[in-house]
């Protein structure tokens, strides 16, 4: 069964880091593209970044350009999003994904990890 | 930047009925980019339709997607209980890499 799962997660102070994870398994993890989606709340989706199979490729929204990082380690089936200089704006649930094909949309996400910013 | 512009902003529908969901593009869409997915209360997205028209894995068959361009469709053919939720289009572009709709909320009238 493929399962993602996030942690990392929860209250932190604007200007503040958050580094979360996502843990993957059920599937051979090294093969697929992997993307953060968030959403804050009550409101709709927002992709965040992108890194390719083998990391060769890392794309990332304006919003968070600069301030996000992403990054995988296929030995340990996991994919991270390193958050710097957090702003109240980032405050979402956010999601991993898994991207099977590219452009062929997003097939397996996590549950969701809440990242709160305020003071 | 391409725009993607869903309506209605609500739908409320009887079970049973047919739903019909737009999805509407700023500029024209390559139909192998375009994705619906479908998300509850507390729960994360799940895939529906990619390439406009072909069903995900798993996905029943009164769900279909078409259209071509700026304008786009996600027909449910006749509504169960499970299918009252949140829908959103996505594209697929070069900056942002991934664009989503703003969603239609189909609720039980």
Redesign the interface.
Same mark, same amino acid.
């Given at each position: 069964e493929v399962q993602l799962v996030e942690s990392g997660g929860g209250l932190v102070q604007p200007g503040g880091s958050l580094r979360l994870s996502c843990a993957a398994s059920g599937f051979t993890f090294s093969t697929y593209g992997m993307n953060w989606v968030r959403q804050a709340p009550g409101k709709g989706l927002e992709w965040v970044s992108y890194i390719s199979r083998s990391s060769n490729s890392i794309i990332y929204a304006d919003s968070v350009k600069g301030r996000f990082t992403i990054s995988r380690d296929n030995a340990k089936n996991s994919l991270y999003l390193q958050m710097n200089s957090l702003r109240d704006e980032d405050t979402a649930v956010y999601f991993c994904a898994r991207e099977p094909i590219s452009v062929s949309g997003l097939d397996y996400w996590g549950q969701g990890s809440l990242v709160t910013v305020s003071s | 930047e391409i725009v993607l512009t869903q309506s209605p902003g609500t739908l409320s529908l009887s079970p049973g009925e047919r739903a019909t969901l737009s999805c509407r593009a700023s500029q024209s869409v390559s139909s192998?980019?375009l994705?619906w =997915?479908q998300?509850k209360p507390g729960?994360? &997205?799940? #895939?529906l339709? =990619? @390439?406009a028209s072909s069903r995900?894995?798993g996905i029943p068959d009164r769900f279909s997607g078409s259209g071509s361009g700026t304008d786009f469709t996600l027909t449910i053919s006749r509504l169960e209980p499970e299918d009252f939720a949140v829908y =959103?289009c996505?594209q697929?572009g070069n900056? &942002?890499? #991934?664009?989503? @709709? @703003?969603?239609t909320k189909v609720e039980i009238k």
């Open positions: - | 192998n980019y994705v =997915y998300q729960q994360a &997205p799940r #895939l339709i =990619y @390439g995900a894995t =959103y996505q697929y900056s &942002p890499r #991934l664009t989503f @709709g @703003g969603g």
